[in-house]
């Protein structure tokens, strides 16, 4: 296995995709994305998965179970399972991040280009993967 090294704030502030799955491990993934100036993730909740966001660029706020708190570059979330959240940039630049899920959520290598068509799209981790 050679596991996953990467330049990766390089990766994440160029990344123009909305979300990108770039390793999935058995127990982990690694999953870039890009908010728009507006633009936000949307409510959700992972009832059996842990989930971490380091955010590179841009600015915006995190909501966790109610309680809403500003981000910005170089900024660090951590979101216990069954926590209600949401990511929203509310800054005039994209807001760049990137996210680690334990256990994986996504599909291996799915791109969702834009917000819609990841909101469009049922796909979920298939135990499929990188290597």
């Not at 993730?41 to 909501?63: A, C, T």
């Not at 069954?82 to 630049?93: E, K, L, P, S, Y």
């Amino acid at each position: 296995m050679k596991g996953f090294i990467a330049d990766i704030e390089d990766l994440t502030t160029s990344n123009t995709d909305f979300r990108r799955v770039l390793y999935t491990g058995k127990f982990l993934q690694l999953v870039l994305m890009t908010l728009k100036p507006g633009e936000e993730i949307g409510e959700e909740v992972h009832e059996d998965h842990d989930q971490f966001f380091r955010i590179e660029s841009g600015s915006g706020e995190v909501l966790i179970d109610g309680v809403r708190t500003p981000i910005k570059d170089d900024d660090a979330v951590i979101v216990p399972a069954g926590a209600r959240h949401n990511v929203t940039n509310t800054g005039d630049q994209p807001l760049t991040l990137y996210t680690l899920y334990g256990p994986p959520d996504h599909r291996e290598g799915v791109v969702h280009r834009t917000k819609a068509e990841a909101d469009a799209s049922e796909e979920h981790f298939d135990g499929t993967t990188t290597e």
